[in-house]
């Protein structure tokens, strides 16, 4: 005997996530199909400037249009907690409709924002000053921004339930400005900056006050100098993951400031520029329990871009996995010093590396690394004799 399913016997969790998928275009009607379902609370509603111009074939140039069905979407969720996620997509939007917008999302107690805009990299390029609103939102769990406008200076920021904060091709009046808004988000856990600018020369006063910081993710961002870099890592002394990929600053000095990251577990450093091969093991002393660490493509001051063997002294115990590709070593004995301080590795890749000068080894210099079970080593200037690495068990390419 075959059981007839009614839909509406679906628990509603189960509904709300069906229903997610579907564009706001198609949102709308289906929830008004039952009046239980025009109280479902739906995951994400998304906003699409681009995608409404396509389904009704509407004129792009024509903004009043979508205006006019964006808020005639968001009004069709009443109450709050309705809708978790929200997404605007509009590289037309000017300041008074984004702020009309994000005032009725914080609203509706939405718990993750995602908005993104025109490509700025000037204030004279900017689409719209980002809503001050979002600066007092103590629902928001969320936030995610890619391009569109510049960040306003505020006296207060209050963001204490923000977890994730993700901000690409952002604006800022100044340093500080960046800061307080960190500042306010008490509880961040999770940091991805990209091509954040500011309309004012950046200075050297970048150091957050973040202790629940998690992980920070950096991406081609521009520093004064590598000071303020390390000034703002300073900030974050909880963290467990960090990566820096194509980091730039404006000047490099030698400085004397102790990197201390007693949590850190991944790092990656990619394309980034140090003082001196000393200034990178200096760097890495500061993380004493990294267990994953790719250096890619390290860069110094000298245009040479070599780690100097003399420099290769380094203790990280608790290091498992190794990527040294990319990188340039003074000699093939200051490759292997480097390894010494790596006991515990298990994975190993160094592939397109370079030597300066291949050096003759004696039997003592091969190094044994008991728990290495896989390793991929390539120098173009070097055949890597076999017997270099004494493994108990193993995947073996070294060419």
Same mark, same amino acid.
């Given at each position: 005997m075959e059981m007839e399913t009614n839909i509406s016997d679906i628990p509603e969790d189960v509904l709300s996530s069906i229903i997610s998928f579907l564009g706001i275009e198609d949102v709308l009607p289906t929830r008004l199909l039952s009046k239980t379902w025009r109280h479902?609370?739906?995951?994400?509603?998304?906003?699409?400037?681009?995608? +409404?111009?396509?389904?009704?074939g509407a004129d792009?140039?024509?903004?009043?249009?979508?205006?006019?069905f964006a808020l005639n979407a968001l009004q069709r969720f009443p109450g709050t907690g309705t809708i978790k996620t929200l997404g605007i997509h509009s590289p037309s939007a000017n300041s008074d409709y984004m702020s009309l917008w994000v005032r009725i999302a914080l609203d509706l107690q939405v718990e993750e924002i995602v908005i993104s805009g025109r490509v700025a990299h000037s204030p004279s390029e900017a689409q719209f000053m980002w809503p001050i609103d979002l600066w007092n939102s103590p629902h928001l769990k969320a936030l995610r921004l890619h391009a569109g406008g510049i960040f306003p200076a505020a006296s207060s920021v209050n963001l204490p339930q923000l977890v994730t904060l993700r901000l690409q091709l952002i604006g800022f009046s100044s340093n500080n400005g960046l800061i307080n808004f960190l500042e306010g988000c008490t509880g961040l856990q999770n940091f991805v900056a990209g091509g954040i600018w500011f309309t004012e020369s950046a200075g050297e006063n970048l150091q957050p006050n973040l202790p629940h910081?998690?992980?920070?993710?950096f991406e081609l961002m521009k520093f004064a100098s590598n000071r303020t870099f390390l000034n703002f890592l300073l900030g974050?002394?909880?963290?467990?993951?960090l990566s820096a990929y194509q980091v730039?600053?404006?000047?490099?000095t030698e400085v004397d400031i102790p990197l201390n990251l007693p949590c850190l577990k991944n790092l990656l450093l990619n394309g980034?520029? +140090?003082?001196?091969?000393h200034a990178l093991l200096s760097f890495l002393s500061g993380c004493p329990t990294v267990e994953s660490l790719v250096l890619r493509g390290i860069r110094f001051p000298n245009h040479l871009d070599v780690l100097e063997e003399d420099s290769m002294e380094i203790n990280l115990p608790c290091l498992k996995n190794l990527d040294l590709s990319y990188m340039m070593f003074s000699t093939n004995r200051g490759f292997l010093k480097f390894l010494f301080g790596c006991p515990n590795v298990e994975s190993l890749v160094a592939i397109h590396n370079l030597l300066d000068e291949v050096k003759e080894l004696a039997a003592e210099e091969f190094i044994v690394m008991q728990k290495l079970k896989k390793v991929e080593v390539r120098f173009s200037d070097w055949e890597v004799p076999a017997p270099v690495f004494s493994m108990a068990r193993f995947d073996l390419k070294i060419s």
């Amino acid at each position: 005997m075959e059981m007839e399913t009614n839909i509406s016997d679906i628990p509603e969790d189960v509904l709300s996530s069906i229903i997610s998928f579907l564009g706001i275009e198609d949102v709308l009607p289906t929830r008004l199909l039952s009046k239980t379902w025009r109280h479902l609370r739906v995951p994400t509603v998304d906003i699409n400037e681009e995608r +409404f111009c396509r389904r009704f074939g509407a004129d792009p140039t024509d903004f009043a249009l979508f205006v006019g069905f964006a808020l005639n979407a968001l009004q069709r969720f009443p109450g709050t907690g309705t809708i978790k996620t929200l997404g605007i997509h509009s590289p037309s939007a000017n300041s008074d409709y984004m702020s009309l917008w994000v005032r009725i999302a914080l609203d509706l107690q939405v718990e993750e924002i995602v908005i993104s805009g025109r490509v700025a990299h000037s204030p004279s390029e900017a689409q719209f000053m980002w809503p001050i609103d979002l600066w007092n939102s103590p629902h928001l769990k969320a936030l995610r921004l890619h391009a569109g406008g510049i960040f306003p200076a505020a006296s207060s920021v209050n963001l204490p339930q923000l977890v994730t904060l993700r901000l690409q091709l952002i604006g800022f009046s100044s340093n500080n400005g960046l800061i307080n808004f960190l500042e306010g988000c008490t509880g961040l856990q999770n940091f991805v900056a990209g091509g954040i600018w500011f309309t004012e020369s950046a200075g050297e006063n970048l150091q957050p006050n973040l202790p629940h910081l998690k992980t920070l993710d950096f991406e081609l961002m521009k520093f004064a100098s590598n000071r303020t870099f390390l000034n703002f890592l300073l900030g974050c002394p909880m963290l467990d993951s960090l990566s820096a990929y194509q980091v730039r600053f404006d000047e490099i000095t030698e400085v004397d400031i102790p990197l201390n990251l007693p949590c850190l577990k991944n790092l990656l450093l990619n394309g980034i520029m +140090f003082s001196s091969s000393h200034a990178l093991l200096s760097f890495l002393s500061g993380c004493p329990t990294v267990e994953s660490l790719v250096l890619r493509g390290i860069r110094f001051p000298n245009h040479l871009d070599v780690l100097e063997e003399d420099s290769m002294e380094i203790n990280l115990p608790c290091l498992k996995n190794l990527d040294l590709s990319y990188m340039m070593f003074s000699t093939n004995r200051g490759f292997l010093k480097f390894l010494f301080g790596c006991p515990n590795v298990e994975s190993l890749v160094a592939i397109h590396n370079l030597l300066d000068e291949v050096k003759e080894l004696a039997a003592e210099e091969f190094i044994v690394m008991q728990k290495l079970k896989k390793v991929e080593v390539r120098f173009s200037d070097w055949e890597v004799p076999a017997p270099v690495f004494s493994m108990a068990r193993f995947d073996l390419k070294i060419s």
